[in-house]
C-alpha cells in the first residue's frame, strides 16, 4: 500500500458506488486495511425503516471482524460532494474499538485528485468511553 493510502481512497470511491441508499441519495464507501493486508469495503445500506440503515465504515468494520480480521492500519472514506465527509460519531466509536491509531483518510468524490484530510480515530474522538468498570451502574449505589 502507498503511504499517501491513494490507493485505499481509490477502493472506497469505487466501493461508494454500490451504495444502496434511495432515500437520503447521499453515497458513501470506506476501504479498511487490515495488517494482515487485506483490504475489506464497506458502503453504507439503507432501509425503509430509516434506522435499520448502516453506514460504510460500520459496515467494513464488520465484514474484517466477521472475517477474522481486527487488527487495522487504516481506513479510507468517500462520499458524495467535493468536500471530505467525516464520519459520524458512532462509526468513530465503532473504528475506536479495533485502532485509536489507525489512519483515517476522509475524501470527497475527486478521491486522492481532490483533497483528502488525514487523522487518526483517536484524534476524532476525544475523551473516548473504552471501558467500564463492572457494576458501577446505578444499581450499584441503590
Ligand atoms: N453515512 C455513512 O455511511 N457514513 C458516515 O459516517 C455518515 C453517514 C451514510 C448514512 C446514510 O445512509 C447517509 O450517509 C446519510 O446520512
Same mark, same amino acid.
Given at each position: ?6 490507493? =485505499?481512497? #481509490?477502493?472506497?470511491?469505487? @466501493? ?35 434506522? =435499520?440503515?448502516?453506514?460504510? !465504515?460500520?459496515? *467494513?468494520?464488520?465484514?474484517?471482524? *466477521?472475517?477474522? !480480521?481486527?487488527?487495522? @492500519?487504516?481506513?479510507?472514506?468517500? *462520499? ?9 460519531? @458512532? ?20 478521491? @486522492? ?21 463492572? #457494576?458501577? #451502574?446505578? !444499581?450499584?449505589?441503590?
Amino acid at each position: 500500500m502507498n503511504s499517501d493510502y491513494s490507493d =485505499l481512497v #481509490g477502493m472506497a470511491c469505487r @466501493a461508494r458506488l454500490n451504495s444502496y441508499s434511495p432515500y437520503s441519495r447521499f453515497r458513501v464507501g470506506a476501504a479498511l486495511l487490515g495488517r494482515s493486508g487485506k483490504v475489506y469495503l464497506g458502503t453504507n445500506v439503507e432501509n425503509a425503516s430509516f434506522g =435499520l440503515s448502516i453506514c460504510a !465504515e460500520r459496515a *467494513a468494520v464488520f465484514q474484517a471482524v *466477521a472475517a477474522g !480480521e481486527r487488527d487495522f @492500519a487504516a481506513i479510507a472514506v468517500c *462520499a458524495d460532494g467535493k468536500v471530505p465527509t467525516p464520519p459520524c460519531g @458512532a462509526c468513530r466509536q465503532v473504528l475506536l474499538e479495533f485502532g485509536p491509531d489507525m489512519a483515517l483518510l476522509m475524501a470527497g468524490e475527486d478521491g @486522492a485528485a481532490g483533497p483528502v484530510k488525514r487523522y487518526t480515530v483517536a484524534d476524532l474522538v476525544p475523551e473516548a468511553f473504552r471501558s467500564f468498570e463492572p #457494576g458501577s #451502574g446505578p !444499581e450499584a449505589t441503590a
